[in-house]
């Protein structure tokens, strides 16, 4: 079956980074994108970016764009976040999700999340 | 702000049908035939309802439907059940390889 497993919660000061990992099984990882899509307490979903699991290619939100980092390893079948220059609003939940590298646009299985609590 | 507005609250009995509106512009889902809509239970990761705009994955109940007009999207869910309570946001493709979600409404069964 599907599973994308994430990382354990992570505590940062401000102006630290972040690194979040997100390991697929149960597909052929390559055929696939990962998105990175995140919630702050109490409100809804942000679109974050996303890693083709094939050749790499990425694409990041302009409002991040210059702060997040998305890669993977193959070999591991595991998609990486990196987020940098962190701030109190990036407290937050950061899921990672699928998306069928046919030319679909819908997240068909998502990670448990990540709670990242950036605080002093 | 979230790209897509939703309305923060809707609430029905046990029975009664809903519909929850998610309102773009003609760059994402008035252009776009791709917008899904996910729910989330409290302390879980959201699951996928609707895709394409009206497609249901395999799994989900025909309670939940979804349609849309010009640059408003919209989900229904029929015969409202308890277990329908839970938070509910709409995506959209919105061109560039890019994707915006709305600001999640909450469903309350009462």
């Known amino acids: 079956q599907v599973q994308l497993v994430q990382s354990g919660a992570e505590v940062k000061n401000p102006g630290a980074s972040v690194k979040v990992s997100c390991k697929a099984s149960g597909y052929i990882f390559n055929n696939y994108v990962i998105h990175w899509v995140r919630q702050a307490p109490g409100q809804g979903l942000e679109w974050m970016g996303w890693?083709?699991?094939?050749?790499?290619?990425?694409k990041y939100s302009q409002n991040l764009q210059g702060r997040v980092i998305l890669n993977r390893d193959t070999s591991a079948s595991t998609a990486y976040m990196e987020l940098s220059s962190l701030k109190s609003e990036d407290t937050a939940i950061y899921f990672c999700?699928?998306?069928?590298?046919?030319?679909?646009?819908?997240?068909?299985?998502w990670g448990q999340g990540t709670l990242v609590t950036v605080s002093s | 702000q979230p790209a897509l507005t939703q309305p923060a609250s809707v609430s029905g009995s046990p029975g009664q049908s809903i519909t929850i509106s998610c309102t773009g512009t003609?760059?994402?889902?008035?252009?776009?035939?791709?917008v899904s809509w996910y729910q989330q239970h409290p302390g879980k990761a959201p699951k996928l309802m609707i895709y394409e705009g009206h497609k249901r994955p395999s799994g989900v109940s025909d309670r939940f439907s979804g349609s849309k007009s010009g640059n408003t999207a919209s989900l229904t869910i029929s015969g409202l059940q308890a277990e329908d309570e839970a938070d509910y946001h709409c995506c959209s493709y919105a061109g560039d390889y890019t994707w915006v979600f709305g600001g999640g409404t909450k469903l309350t069964v009462l």
């Open positions: 003609s760059s994402d889902v008035g252009n776009y035939n791709l």
């Open positions: 999700a699928r998306v069928d590298g046919s030319g679909h646009a819908f997240f068909d299985y």
């Open positions: 890693v083709n699991g094939g050749n790499g290619d990425r």
